[in-house]
């Protein structure tokens, strides 16, 4: 692990696994779907061990293909299953691996708001200046579209219906309206690389 995270108590996926990471991305020859920092075949030796990569869970390479087919083609991805079976390190994994961070995560609960998973406002500047560019502060959701990452949502059962419903339409239509704002400020488009893995415990 590099000197300056030796402080960090638990780093992310992209900073503990970052030299096998910059190992993969040099020897990768395969085809990467539109905004993936690597090939299937390099994600699938990421997560499970190859190619000079150490294996990071045990699961079903099956599993881990259909997963990565479902990121490809995007569309969102649900992990479901027993807790404390693995699903947010290996969305984790998915994530350092695909767009090379891992940390827009949004964790589900009952008192999760929109707000918090869309954007929110600087309300120094929205008093002073109204609603500007500026004044916008972006979550999770809002940045992984601008900037084409992946954002984990952790938990999505536990949230109230409203904030699930939310994702449906920017999952189906990839944009994001943003009614306060006028002009191309007011659409935030996905970009390439831009998807959704959630999950959810089978007991609440």
């Known amino acids: 692990m590099p000197q300056q995270t030796a402080a960090i108590q638990r780093p992310p996926a992209e900073i503990a696994y970052r030299e096998e990471l910059d190992a993969l991305r040099r020897t990768d020859k395969g085809p990467r779907p539109p905004g993936w920092a690597l090939s299937l075949r390099a994600v699938k030796s990421f997560v499970l061990g190859g190619d000079g990569?150490?294996?990071?869970?045990?699961?079903?390479?099956?599993?881990?293909?259909?997963?990565?087919?479902?990121?490809?083609?995007?569309?969102?991805?649900?992990?479901?299953?027993?807790?404390?079976?693995?699903?947010?390190?290996?969305?984790?994994?998915?994530?350092?691996?695909?767009?090379?961070?891992?940390?827009?995560?949004?964790?589900?609960?009952?008192?999760?708001?929109?707000?918090?998973?869309?954007?929110?406002?600087?309300?120094?500047?929205?008093?002073?200046?109204?609603?500007?560019?500026?004044?916008?502060?972006?979550?999770?959701?809002h940045r992984g579209m601008s900037d084409g990452k992946i954002v984990r949502f952790e938990e999505i059962t536990r949230c109230p219906l409203e904030v699930q419903d939310t994702l449906l339409s920017?999952?189906?239509?990839?944009?994001?309206?943003?009614?306060?704002?006028?002009?191309?400020?007011?659409?935030?488009?996905?970009r390439d690389g831009f998807n959704v893995i959630a999950t959810a415990n089978r007991r609440l």
Do not use: C, H
């Open 53 to 141: 990569a150490s294996a990071k869970l045990v699961a079903s390479p099956a599993l881990i293909e259909r997963a990565m087919v479902t990121l490809a083609t995007s569309r969102a991805l649900l992990l479901i299953g027993e807790p404390g079976t693995a699903k947010s390190f290996l969305s984790e994994l998915l994530a350092a691996a695909i767009g090379a961070d891992s940390t827009l995560t949004i964790q589900g609960g009952a008192s999760l708001t929109e707000d918090q998973i869309k954007y929110g406002w600087n309300y120094a500047l929205l008093v002073s200046e109204g609603p500007s560019r500026r004044a916008l502060v972006p979550a999770p959701l």
């Open 170 to 190: 920017i999952l189906s239509d990839r944009v994001m309206a943003v009614p306060e704002l006028s002009g191309e400020d007011g659409m935030v488009f996905a």
